[in-house]
């Protein structure tokens, strides 16, 4: 297994789900929280091209985690809506990035977005909308 890249620490909250798809790695962005993780088997497809779930997977935790995390204290969310939209693909054996941007975060709705990053290329872009539970 390879090491993340400087400013990377092991996921700082996870689950068993996160488990399986992990290591996930974060770091503090420009904009707000970054996750990584590298393109293992597990998430490829038989053309070694990482699946569409793995994004959507990541997405809901990374954008969940910026909203929830916003605020001095932390924020119990639920996912409302969550869209992606795919550009380009990420292969086996690729460092993925999602930075996300906290757009707001309300009394009951946290409205957020991400980039997935493969090297400076964007190749997935991501938004949700979350209720306060």
């Given at each position: 297994?390879?090491?993340?890249?400087?400013?990377?620490?092991?996921?700082?909250?996870?689950?068993?789900?996160?488990?399986?798809?992990?290591?996930?790695?974060?770091a503090?962005?420009?904009?707000?929280?970054?996750?990584?993780?590298?393109?293992?088997?597990?998430?490829?497809?038989a053309r070694n091209v990482v699946h569409g779930g793995v994004f959507s997977s990541i997405a809901d935790v990374a954008l969940g985690y910026s909203a929830a995390?916003?605020?001095?204290?932390?924020?119990?969310?639920?996912?409302?809506?969550?869209?992606?939209?795919?550009?380009?693909?990420?292969?086996l054996g690729d460092w993925i990035e999602i930075r996300t941007d906290v757009q707001r975060v309300g009394r009951r709705m946290a409205y957020v977005n991400g980039y997935f990053v493969v090297g400076e290329k964007r190749i997935v872009r991501s938004s949700a909308v979350f209720a306060a539970s």
């Open positions: 297994m390879k090491d993340a890249p400087p400013g990377f620490e092991p996921l700082f909250r996870t689950s068993p789900y996160l488990d399986l798809l992990g290591p996930i790695y974060s503090r962005g420009e904009s707000g929280l970054v996750l990584g993780l590298w393109a293992e088997e597990k998430h490829c497809n995390f916003a605020t001095d204290e932390p924020m119990p969310l639920v996912t409302v809506n969550l869209t992606l939209d795919y550009a380009g693909s990420a292969k």
